[in-house]
DNA sequence: AGTTGTCAAGCTAGT
DNA sequence: ACTAGCTTGACAACT
């Protein structure tokens, strides 16, 4: 079991999620931010090396507007030795790796555009990822998508985009439940029909579900990661008190955290912590974990 | 130096 | 009709 924190270290001081705006888009400004990003990355590798939490999400504002029509400079052939080099430092430590394209990325949509749009999108996800020379076990997470008022021919639409996707993404992607419009079930009617792995998000299960116990519910999403595809990754959060339902919490709340722990025990998964304090949260979690998996 | 409106992209539910 | 929330933070133009 690996612990981890999505894309933002707060205690390091230095961002590998640095941009621009896009009126601002000039070579120099790219290769000037590519370096940040990729060194200030390799730092935050550090970091966590240092402190045992060996799964972590890099930030999709690595290469900013690598999608974009605008972006003509090849940052591929320009970076290349770096991203070996980070990927190397990944592979030496047994880091897990995982991107989240964010909310734009719809391979449902009913617009063709935006499904292109995405793929072009997911394409370099998975590019970032292959120039690191990581095998595919380093996953690309995404939702799936909008419901558009008719759940079953969006989830058909979905499919159908699936089936016609590369390789290159095919062997990276992995659908995760959501905490509106997708449940762990609807998820799993995917895999049934795709096998594509499913990413089991248990706040979000929280927010949004069927009925089954978070035992069964893990149980069910780990079952849909193959040999090839690594240890089942999960993201974990808890509601912040006092806000409306579904907002993260800004730090963990522990006692949950640990009565987590204990009652899927008898399971081997990676945990991606979505709180807002990001690494902080994460040491604490580190010692929970440390403990109760020992015992 | 500090503040604040705004940032490529979409969808949904709540106000 | 508008906005928050989603990984929500960081850029950049303004005091």
């Known amino acids: 079991m690996k612990i981890g924190y999505p894309c933002i270290n707060t ?3 230095c961002t590998a999620n640095s941009t621009f705006r896009l009126r601002n888009y000039s070579e120099e ?19 966590n090396l240092k402190n045992e939490l060996l799964f972590f999400r890099i930030s999709s ?3 900013p507007f690598a ?8 940052w591929e052939q320009e970076f290349k030795e770096e991203f070996k080099d980070i990927g190397e430092f990944i592979k030496e430590n047994e ?13 449902n949509s009913k617009d063709k555009r935006i499904v292109n749009n995405s793929i072009r999108e997911l394409e370099y996800h998975c590019k970032v990822l292959d120039l690191m020379k990581l095998d595919r076990t380093a996953k690309v997470q995404i939702h799936v998508g909008g ?7 969006s989830i058909d639409r979905f499919i159908k985009n699936y089936n016609s996707l590369s390789d290159m993404i095919k062997k990276r992607l992995v659908i995760e439940n959501d905490d509106r419009n997708f449940s762990l079930k609807d998820c799993l009617i995917i895999h049934e029909k795709t096998k594509v792995p499913i990413l089991f998000d248990s706040f979000h299960h929280e927010c949004l579900n069927n009925g089954e116990e978070v035992k069964h519910a893990l149980k069910e999403s780990i079952e849909t990661w193959k040999e090839n595809d690594g240890i089942a990754m999960t993201d974990y959060s808890n509601q912040e008190k006092g806000e409306r339902k579904g907002v993260h919490a800004k730090h963990i709340y522990l006692e949950k955290f640990r009565k987590y722990l204990q009652e899927t025990k008898e399971f ?15 040491l604490e979690a ?3 974990v440390k403990r109760i998996r020992k015992e």
């Open 11 to 13: 205690s390091i001081g």
């Open 29 to 47: 400004n790219m290769r000037e931010k590519i370096n940040n990003n990729l060194e200030c990355l390799k730092r935050i590798l550090e970091y």
């Open 61 to 63: 504002d690595l290469i």
């Open 67 to 74: 999608s974009h029509p605008i972006c003509t400079f090849k």
């Open 95 to 107: 880091f897990r790796i995982s991107m989240h394209p964010d909310q734009f990325v719809l391979i």
């Open 147 to 153: 419901i558009y008022g008719e759940k079953e021919e």
């Open 268 to 282: 081997n998964f990676d945990i991606m912590l979505e709180i807002k304090d990001k690494e902080k949260s994460a």
């Open 286 to 288: 580190i010692k929970e």
